[in-house]
């Protein structure tokens, strides 16, 4: 893919407001990398730099490194080993007092190597959101390192001794410095170098993630009693109304919201199931995990990877033995139907996807398939769908084939199915953004960069817009006006084809995922809803909106204006982040602020329930995630949190919207927008396209029309909503909801008292998310029925094995209900056991000792 910047203008806004922002806003912080120890600098969030270790042998040959890392002591230290090249690189790195970190690495090789292109460390600048303040990045005399930095600002400097053998701007890009260990040989023995990170009185220097967590050894933590098939609370009285799921009638859109036949409101809280998930879990436990799905919460499940060929056996059967994607496994459907006749019965809707990343094969006689298949027995479609008719009519072909015939546990086709809630024609498969590039003519494809050149002349020739820049997809202005059409034009006949088939729910064409700017929206309105993927990582309540943008950003720059949003998508990496549990609630709690429709977690599962392996895809047995994941469906389900009282909506007409590369990632408006009030995207009256609807704008909404400048105060370190609901504190790295019906609190909020109305935490536990609920129409403070939830940081025992060791909650919890309740906690086995509590001043105290694994306790 090829790497965005943004336009001059913007570029010169955003480095204005950093440039304001090193001095008033956030600090800079040096900290290392808990994986390699390696040295990063960031502010607010966002990355100034990080450092990655690449090495490569002969012809460019990428050669793996395992590292394995230890932080003790104010030492950090890695050992890196690389087997194909047959060396280790030991790295130890300690900080000697203010404003300095000392680097030791050691090279040792067991054998020379020859004819090797070099490795080393890849220094990686953000110079589009910080080189206006900070200036490029400047080479050392002597390959001796690299310095950053403008006089009178933060600086930072990477020296080497002795001088390496390389030291170089990557393809004279000043955004990447290459600083080698070896280069053209790898030399037997131990090579040794010394570098020293160096920074101004500008820039703090910030402990390790691991460092701040502190607390007891892992291996002293409990192990998890969380069974995999059954859960120790029942929510599914959230169903009840929807059972069998479809009583209301086929899903429709109502303006910017979603509703049933018969009027009733929708709103999804869902999971992915996926890939071996669907096809090996056994028929009875299918239905236990329908049964446990609705207890959880859940009310809408996406049936993900069905079609990929690295499931076996896959919707076509096994990827090794047949020779064509046009004939469905009847063996592999009838499981896929038992799946929806099972979460039919539970209240549960369906949501179908038509292509996720099949791989069409040489029987599906695709045009031009052996330039696309690239050396392999298949092909990817993405990209080279939108020009390839013959990919179109195979896609066409499964749609009908998949939707038209009968389920034999319900009786009924897909198409006609008022249990399935929606289609997505194609997974994140987007020309505008990602895979218009793979049609170039630099990719080898010849046949289709043919079609995709005569499509961009002809859309050039028929607007009178410049031939040589329509074409060059990576590229802002022209081509964005061209992709779109062309993108939009294969949806809408995508979908024209769906509706022939007798589909009458709703239909999203693809997703707005991984970086896509505002200027791929447009494209999107072809089908009847905006989906998004996004993907956090760790610190998302930490992210300051005027320079970084978190999940949930992403997922709010892509609400278009009078269109329903859904987020098929959502989750954090890489497995497993110690705060992963504080994401469920702050997207539940948002979403319902915001006004979205429907969010898939990715994922409940990828394997089949009886292996029990833990993974980032696999949600049934996290116990850091389950028990959040559940109360964020309580809260958004049943809109314990209200929807917005303000509305911002960006608006910036055609010339900045398709010419800048304008999104959350760079445009702080937007992301200061979404934390105060509702963030709309309006869609520009554009004469080139005139299928794009320029829908009515909200009445009373305030306009964004400049990217760059926020809605709230630069300054400012947390923010609260319109509604006075929930408030992110990104300086303390907290998010607190106060609503009748729930009050949590999540992030570090140990070692402080956090009070809350009706609820206080006084925690030791220094990262954790805490829960009180009322499951009942009364308030906190009145209910005879509160659930409280807690969430800390879990992972895998040794071996990546279940279950997991979690660390227990330490600490007392303080809430405000009426007198004669008892309290209970879970236990194994799903056993709800009765805890001690004290009562006084209308308040019951819950001291947790640490001495297990709670996720759930109970006053009743």
Known sequence: MTKRTISPVLAAACALLQCCLTWAGPAWQVSVNETH?????????????????????????????????????????????????????????QQLGHGELRYQFQLNAAAPRQNVVGGGLVFKFDLGSF?????????????????????????????????????????ANPAEVRAYFYSGNIPAGVSSYTATLSWNDAVNFAPTMRERLGGKPVDSWPK?????????????????????????????????????????????????????????????????????????????????????????????????????????????????????????????????????????????????????????????????????????????????????????????????????????????NDITHHFGNALLPDKGVPLHNKLYTAEANAFASAHNLPADKVWRSWEDGPSKLFLNDLEQRFGADMVAHLRQLGMKQPVVTTSSWGGDPISSLPALTAGNMIDVHSYGGAGQLEMNPMVAANAAHWMAAAQVVGMPLTVTEWNAEPFPLPDRHALPLYIAATASHQGWDALMHYAYSQESFQRNSPSNWHAYNDPSLLPMLSTAALLY????????????????????????????????ALRTAMEKGKLLIAMPATKELPWLQRKALPAGATMLRDPAKPVIDPNATRATTDTGELTRNWEDGTYTINTPRTRAAMGWIGGKTVHLQDVTLALSTRN???????????????????????????????????????????????????????????????????MPSTYADGRYTMVLDGSRAVQWLMLR
Not at 42 to 59: D, I, K, P, S, Y
Not at 153 to 162: D, E, K, L
Not at 796 to 808: D, I, R
Request: net charge neutral; glycine share 10%.
């Open 37 to 93: 120890v390696l040295p990063q600098l960031t502010v607010g969030g966002a990355r100034g730099f990080e450092t990655q270790a690449v090495f490569f042998g002969a012809n460019w040959a990428w050669a793996h490194t395992q590292f394995a890392s230890t932080l003790e002591n104010g030492t950090y230290a890695s050992v890196g080993r690389n087997s194909s090249l047959g060396f280790e690189l030991t790295t130890t790195a």
């Open 131 to 171: 080189g206006g303040s900070m200036g490029n990045p400047l080479l050392l005399p002597g390959n001796s390192g690299w310095q950053w930095g403008r006089p009178g600002g933060p600086q930072v400097a990477m020296r080497f001794t002795p001088g390496l053998p390389a030291v170089f701007f990557e393809r």
């Open 224 to 428: 998890d009693a969380l069974e995999p098939n059954r859960a120790p609370i029942d929510l599914a009285f959230m169903n009840a109304n929807d059972k069998p799921a479809g009583r209301h009638g086929l899903l429709q859109v109502n303006g910017d919201a979603l509703q049933f036949a018969d009027g009733t409101p929708a709103r999804f809280w869902g999971t992915n199931i996926s890939a071996y998930a669907l096809y090996q879990t056994p028929r009875e436990a299918v239905q236990q995990q329908a049964k446990r799905l609705a207890a959880l919460g859940f009310n809408l499940v996406r049936l993900h990877h069905h079609d990929s060929p690295w499931v076996s056996p896959n919707v076509f059967g096994n990827p090794k033995t047949y020779t064509n994607t046009q004939n469905l496994s009847a063996d592999s459907l009838d499981k896929l139907d038992w799946w929806v006749k099972c979460l039919k019965d539970e209240g549960i809707y369906v949501w179908l996807d038509m292509h996720v990343q099949r791989g069409l094969k040489s029987g599906d006689n695709i045009y031009g398939f052996d330039e696309i298949r690239k050396g392999k027995d298949q092909a990817n479609l993405k990209g080279y769908s939108h020009v390839n008719l013959t990919i179109q009519q195979a896609m066409k072909h499964f749609q009908q084939a998949y939707l038209d015939r009968k389920n034999p546990y319900t009786g009924l086709a897909y198409k006609d199915e008022p249990a399935v809630a929606a289609l997505l024609v194609t997974n994140e």
């Open 637 to 668: 389900r049943e809109r314990h949190v209200h929807p917005a009282t303000s509305t911002y909506v960006f608006d910036p007409g055609a010339e900045v919207f398709y010419n800048q590369a304008i999104s959350a990632g760079n445009a702080p």
């Open 768 to 834: 954790a998310s805490v829960a009180v609920q009322s499951l009942n129409e009364q308030a906190v403070g009145q209910s005879n029925q509160l659930l409280i939830s807690i969430g800390t940081r879990s992972q895998p025992q040794p071996g990546k094995k279940t279950p997991f060791l979690v660390e227990p909650l330490e600490g007392s919890i303080h809430v405000k209900a009426p007198k004669g309740l008892k309290a209970y906690r879970n236990g194994p086995f799903n056993q709800w056991l009765e």
